[in-house]
């Protein structure tokens, strides 16, 4: 059973707010990994990191910043939300890129 | 251009039929993944091939991986509606994972 939370579930906030998206994951896992996502539609990265004081982004352009002071917590945050920011977020571990990566529920978010 | 294409985009079937879902590239990988994800939550890891030509079952899905390790195949017998869910492929390559266009799979009870 893999362990890795995300909070909160759902979010409305007005466009101007500054949001962050929390992820935490138990099982010890180095490699944690945001996607952004719209039903249905494919995962993009936006993303990642190797380990504790490593980031790095993925290949969607995002005004999104992360930051990993611990191996278990992988917040995102959105300094300034926009309409455009409307999707779901998905925060994800691995230990091995050849063992596949765990995804915690995601976080809804909508920008008004 | 998409390093992973997915076929069909959708696809709508009566409980107890059979399926296959393609995961298509034209790059050689070492490893893929499956996926299935249902509305409002995180995909979930059904299975990682390796070696070209792989074949591995979990309970009526059977995956293939293809002898050149740039394609795979899912077969679904006796489809559910517990089935239903996008069905994800990804790859790792290089420091990231990329993921296929999903296929959007319905089983109608």
């Known amino acids: 059973e893999a362990d890795i939370y995300q909070t909160p579930r759902y979010l409305v906030i007005g466009t101007g707010k500054k949001i962050t998206l929390e992820c935490s994951q138990t099982m010890g896992h180095d490699k944690m990994y945001w996607y952004q996502q719209d039903p249905g539609m494919e995962l993009h990265l936006i993303h990642y990191?190797?380990?504790?004081?490593?980031?790095e982004k993925g290949d969607l352009s995002s005004e999104s910043t992360v930051s990993r002071i611990r191996t278990e917590h992988f917040p995102l945050t959105l300094e300034s939300a926009r309409p455009s920011h409307t999707s779901q977020y998905l925060c994800a571990s691995s230990q091995l890129h050849r063992g596949g990566q765990f995804f915690g529920p995601g976080t809804r978010l909508t920008v008004l | 251009t998409q390093l992973l294409e997915q076929s069909p985009q959708f696809l709508s079937i009566q409980e107890g039929e059979n399926l296959t879902v393609y995961c298509n590239s034209s790059?050689?990988?070492?490893?893929l993944q499956w996926y299935r994800q249902e509305p409002g939550e995180g995909p979930v890891l059904l299975v990682t091939v390796v070696t070209g030509g792989e074949v591995k079952k979990l309970k009526r899905l059977t995956f293939q991986f293809g002898d050149a390790r740039k394609d795979s195949s899912l077969h679904i017998t006796a489809a559910q509606p517990g089935d239903t869910g996008l069905y994800l492929c990804?790859?790792?390559?290089?420091?990231?994972?990329?993921f296929g266009t999903g296929t959007s799979l319905t089983v109608i009870p």
């Open positions: 990804a790859v790792s390559t290089g420091n990231q994972f990329y």
């Open positions: 990191s190797y380990g504790v004081n490593s980031t």
């Open positions: 790059s050689v990988f070492s490893s």
